[in-house]
């Protein structure tokens, strides 16, 4: 079309705009960080954490403001499972896993990759020259970056049994002169949660009855789960109203305020009647329970036995069955949640993941819109000529106005989006019901992974290209399905995540660091005090450290990433050196605010980890599939189907793992369970007379 002309400038996709304005954001944050820790580490604030447990261990030999950074990179794995627990070890063992897998991989782009893309035959200019689309599309070159995934397929498998070896040898329990595995029997609770029995069975001597004729002098004691909805919420109200009647004390206390007559008198009417009702609840016995008993045994073979023959003779009740496993810390246990039962979570997840699509559909707008003024600001159309005139082909990614708009907007759009999902998700998971946290991190983990992989990697992808493809459809001819599928291989395409790794790098791990929503939520609380119990409260607070190290949107987040610096790193090699940075900054960053501001937590079941193994896996995948579409488009199909069949491969094998591994898990258990049967019971462990106090399966509304 004789209107239209194409701007043909070197693109340098705002590289240096974005490496400017984060580089100079994140030396900013390091510095403000830094000089208010030196300052407040004299008088602990939520800056600096409450410290005292960290100081007795690691000692408080500070003596520069950037001190923190050796001290939090020289703290070993003994010192971190005192502080933080098993998880945190394991999570940060996780990452140094990733940082050296990636640090292979980036060694490999930057010394074959990158150099073959630079002396391409097309000899293109700016930025680029460093994709794949420097080369000829029948160029042999193409080869390089099939044996980079192949390597890096075998470099990951290796990286996965090496892990797992860990997991295998030290993992559970770690003692600070050196790492060992206790036994299976040392780790075992004495506690069993039974799940699916009749809510009409309000009592526990009926159930302890039934379960005596199986282990007669083996139970201990039977604890039934009730429904604390209504408690919990008479709780809430009690304090909302003792808070109200302080705040009217002090009023009146003060001669500049007038209070109503009997406005007092009223709140302690009120106080009275939510107390009578909660002391009614406690006394009464409840018509219909949740489903839900723990069970504890004298011992812990007695125990083991009760999971593993799971009462085969006595778990069918009006064709129910119970479900038995170990229980887990009481701390775990979401009370409000044991009365929701399982059609009613089902029905609340379906609902809230179409809500979840839609809302995260419409927010992926902005940066679509962002990202297309780039492509309209290249071409020069009469219509638009008049509102793009100022961006002309010395703008588009050649000033600093121009990457500021079409490279730094967009990437920290997709910051904000990248920051603020998981917050959405942790409020979608929360009202999904689930009885146990662990369960209700895992949902959250897997919701995490997934949404951020589709609404921040794959969704941005194809609305960029098919806006760019339509575009130019309006301006051209119609292109066939490959021409719109190589759109997502241009440089427009990938360089927008090679900013967004920039940026996260930069200001996300800054952000990371500062912990602004614990920050936020204590000069809030500070704000509401009005009493000087809620001035008290705020201040003790304010000295101890945020809220607790959230290990499945980390474990989410991480692997997302990672997956974005895999997928394009087969045709831009230039965004692996970012993504170690990427990867190596977070590691520290997390570390640090595992040690010194997050509280230590309740140690996971093992889900989150091994849903993390298998999102791994699905990050090799995707990038092996990225590299087959690539040739795809360049019309390899010889080497198209290499890669495909190393992706068939890589899944076999991972299933064939998988299953090995859950065969032989299921032969020791049955050779377990044959020894337990074979062994006599009898015995007590002398810890095993004080375990049963240990830990007390009621809600404590019930107990005081």
Known sequence: MDNVDVIAT?????????????????LLILVLFSICRTRERKSPSLIHGSANDTESLLGNNEETTFGWIPRTLKTKETEVFELCGRDAVIYLRFQRHLLVLLGVYTFFGLVVLLPINLYGEKNLEGFTATTVYNLAPDSPKLWANIAAILIFSILGFVMLFNFKEFLATSTTVFVKSSMQLLPDSLL???????????KEMTDGTELKHQLESEYPGKIYEVQMGYDMRRMIRLNQLLQMNTAKLERQQEKQQSLRHNLKPGSIESTLQRIDRINNEMESLREKKPKQGTGVAFVTFVNKNSARACILQGLQHSVQN?????????????????????????????????????????ILTFMTVPTAILSTFQTLGRIRVPVLEAVFHSLTAE????????????????????LIMFTGMPYLFVVATYYE??????????????????????????????TLTFLDVFIERRIYQAESMIQVLSKIFLAESGSLFVNVIITLAYIGNGLDLLRIPDWIQMKWRSFRAVTSREIRDAAEISKKRGSPFAYGINYSCLLVLFAVILLFSSFIPLILPFGFLYMWMKYVVD??????????????????????????????????????????????????????????ATLLFYTFYTYRRQNYRRKRAQRMESVIRNQEVDSLEPEAILEPHRYDYRHALLTS
């Open 395 to 414: 703008t588009v990614s050649a000033t600093f106005l121009g990457g500021f708009l079409f490279s730094f907007l967009p990437s920290l759009v997709l």
């Open 10 to 26: 070197p693109y340098d996709g705002g590289l240096f705009t974005v490496l400017t304005i984060n580089i100079s954001i994140g």
């Open 318 to 358: 009006n064709a129910r069955e119970w479900k038995f496993r170990s229980a887990c810390d009481p701390r775990q246990i979401i009370w409000e949640n044991l009365g929701v039962s399982k059609s009613s979570r089902i029905l609340r997840s379906i609902f809230i993941n179409i809500g979840l699509v839609c």
């Open 433 to 462: 019901g689930h009885h146990i946290r662990s369960k209700q991190d895992h949902s959250l983990m897997r919701k995490t992974f997934y949404y951020l992989l589709v609404f921040i990697l794959l969704l941005p992808s194809l």
């Open 591 to 648: 570390k640090y605010n595992l040690i010194f501001r997050c509280p230590k937590d309740y140690d996971s079941d093992g889900r989150i980890l091994q849903s993390s193994l298998n999102h791994f896996i699905i990050c090799i995948v995707l990038c092996q599939l990225a590299m087959a579409a690539l040739l795809l488009v360049k019309g390899h199909h010889d080497q198209m189907g290499v890669v495909l069949g190393v992706t068939a």
């Open 188 to 198: 075992t609770p004495l506690t069993v949660m039974i799940e699916g029995i009749p």
